[in-house]
């Protein structure tokens, strides 16, 4: 246990990289268009955003809830390096889709620069999200790797609000400062409204003014989704609501949020389709284009139908197309005349697709021993 920059434990891990937690199938679970290799050098995260849905999660992720302790998983880019060499082909990473990784604790450990310098120098890419601030380390090899992107997590242009909606994090100067840096230095980059309160964050006209400034600093491309409340950490979140926005906030919120989706309470979807339509008319007059994030709604016999085929204004829902890279002697190169939409190849019956790989098409929840097995065949 270490209590410098943040309380902290090391942990040995050898956990693995792998795909989405959900597939299309059986039940429509899977609104994520592109292959990504998953990373969480850290579990817990010091930006402590109330609304957080890890919060729900059990093992580190709940002893962070309970004793603000975030767990290192130590020399985790030596980790990630040894399953990079079993693998023949490979999907863009993604750091991190759970906790920051530019949170606090990484100016420590810089587990974030050296697990992006492993992809890197196997010529991958890989794709940052974050509402900290990119090290110059980071934005540099981001800049060398042809389809990394960055992606910028905005919730309000107001920094007194900001404060009120996670304790750490980047100020909104320095976020939008991100986005210019990342920009300038051509850099695909992305603004992430997500996610956005309802009666907290969701004026039309801070929504707009919000979509101008992104726009300004060169983001291209905007994500958004609505929060939802994970059942296990709901008393906490209404209370929170309460505490800065008033009983009546909290009481908006209960009568809003009564779609169950798993483990998790959603808005309704009347209100959820009037926002995303208001975002996707705000992003086409600012030409930018513009996609939603894990929205899902639920039909009739059970399945669910992703909201992106109805909003989304982009061919994948982050806005760059990132092809699947195979193995050419030692090291990767991007497969041609793929476009990384794994989704729609799903949903056109694509076979075999660009990559070579039937089982891509699929689009299912891979895990490392997939990826084995299809270096396995493409030897």
């Known amino acids: 246990m270490l209590e410098k920059p943040v309380p902290h434990a ?4 050898k956990k693995e990289l792998h795909g989405w937690w959900s ?14 290799l998953l990373i969480n050098p ?55 889709p759970v906790t920051d990784p530019f949170q606090p604790i990484n100016r420590r450990y810089e587990l974030a620069e050296k697990i ?14 974050t509402k900290g601030v990119v090290s110059g380390k980071a934005l540099k090899l981001l800049k060398r790797q042809e389809h990394s ?20 994090g980047a100020s909104v100067d320095e976020l939008l400062k991100n986005i210019e840096r990342l920009s300038d230095a051509g850099i695909f980059t992305v603004c992430r409204i997500d996610p956005v309160l309802p009666f907290v964050t969701d004026d039309e006209a801070e929504l707009r003014a919000l979509v101008a400034a992104a726009k300004e600093r060169g983001a291209m491309h905007i994500v958004a989704s609505c929060v939802d409340i994970p059942l296990n950490t709901k008393s906490e979140i209404l209370r929170k609501l309460e505490v800065e926005f008033g009983r009546d906030v909290r009481r908006r919120y209960e009568r809003l949020f009564t779609e169950r989706i798993g483990p998790r ?11 995303f339509r208001t975002l996707r008319e705000i992003c086409r007059r600012h030409n930018v284009t513009f996609a ?30 990132v092809p699947i890279y195979v193995r050419r002697d030692d090291r990767f190169e991007p497969v041609a005349g793929c476009d990384g939409n794994c989704l729609k190849c799903y949903f056109k019956g694509d076979n075999p697709p660009a990559c070579g790989i039937p089982e891509l098409a699929k689009a299912g ?7 084995k097995r299809w270096s396995a065949s493409l030897t």
């Not at 090391?10 to 891990?13: N, R, Y």
Request: glycine fraction near 6%; include cysteine.
């Open 10 to 13: 090391l942990v040995a891990s």
């Open 23 to 36: 597939g299309i199938e059986p039940n429509g679970a899977r609104e994520c268009t592109a292959e990504r």
């Open 42 to 96: 850290y579990n817990g995260c010091s930006h402590r955003c109330f609304f957080c849905y890890a919060l729900a999660f059990p093992g580190y992720f709940e002893r962070f809830r309970r004793e603000g302790v975030v767990t290192v998983f130590k020399d985790f880019d030596k980790v990630v390096s040894r399953q990079l060499d079993t693998l023949n082909v490979a999907s863009c990473g993604y750091l991190s």
């Open 116 to 129: 992006i310098e492993e992809f890197v120098r196997r010529n991958i890419p890989v794709n940052v999200v």
């Open 149 to 168: 992107f960055a992606q910028i997590t905005i919730l309000t242009l107001d920094e007194e609000l900001r404060r009120k909606l996670m304790q750490g």
């Open 265 to 275: 309470l959603h808005a309704k979807i009347e209100y959820r389709r009037r926002l």
């Open 292 to 321: 939603l994030c894990m929205e899902f709604e639920r039909l009739p016999n059970g399945r669910l139908r992703g909201l992106n085929a109805e909003f989304k204004t982009s061919n994948n829902c982050e806005g760059i197309d």
């Open 365 to 371: 929840a891979w895990r490392l021993k997939d990826y």
